[in-house]
């Protein structure tokens, strides 16, 4: 596997400028809160500095990438190729920057929609990806309190906050995230719960 030092020299060659400065903001912000999750902050580094590693590719490219490794959309992934990057992330990661650890790769898959059980990792590359320095949006600030407060809950707003953008703006939902969301909601702290 690459540095952590060459895997960002890496990135700032094949992402647009403010791809990478997002990128080094998902890493700082992932640190952070391995530490408070008792979790290895160098996997957590490295997997928000490689989770959009396929993002600047072509449609064609990672179409391309998905057939060669026989991967199978569902219909809204085939609908929507805002979320092929992360699709074909992990073996570019493999190919590109030589990451194996499975963690880390599930980690990178995962950011854009999340999942049902998510590991501690995977959870703190979906939210870093969200709250990270350089992201602004409404109630973002409730997210990253609820995320340091409890990263459970950051991750259940923010999955909870990107349904409602998708709803109000008429755009297909990812059945994964709607799984995940569900998810929290089996477990009784999450049960009418309010923000308030």
């Known amino acids: 596997m ?6 960002k020299v890496y990135i700032k060659e094949n992402l647009i400028e403010e791809r990478y400065a997002h990128s080094l903001g998902v890493a700082e912000t992932a640190k952070r809160l391995a530490i408070l999750n008792g979790i290895s902050e160098e996997k957590a580094e ?3 500095l490689a989770h959009d590693v396929a993002k600047n590719l072509s449609k064609a490219r990672m179409k391309e990438m998905m057939e060669e490794n026989n991967i199978m959309l569902s219909q809204v992934e085939e609908k929507n190729p805002n979320l092929w990057h992360s699709i074909i ?6 190919e590109k920057l030589g990451i ?3 963690e880390i790769l599930d980690a990178i898959r995962w950011h854009t929609t999340g999942k049902e059980d998510m590991s501690i990792l995977t959870k703190i590359i979906y939210i870093s990806d969200m709250i990270e ?3 602004n949006f409404d109630s973002i600030e409730d997210i990253r309190k609820f ?3 409890d990263l459970d809950k950051g991750v259940y707003y923010g999955l909870t906050h ?3 953008f998708l709803l109000i703006k008429n755009l ?11 998810y929290f909601l089996f477990d009784s702290k999450f049960k009418a719960q309010s923000k308030k």
Do not use: F, V, Y
């Open 2 to 7: 690459l540095s952590i030092e060459e895997i």
């Open 46 to 48: 490295i997997a928000g």
């Open 89 to 94: 992330a992990p073996i570019e990661a493999k």
């Open 100 to 102: 194996e650890d499975e």
């Open 133 to 135: 320095p350089s992201r």
């Open 147 to 149: 995320t340091l407060e």
């Open 162 to 164: 990107s349904i409602e």
């Open 172 to 182: 297909l939902i990812d059945e994964n995230s709607m799984r995940a969301r569900n």
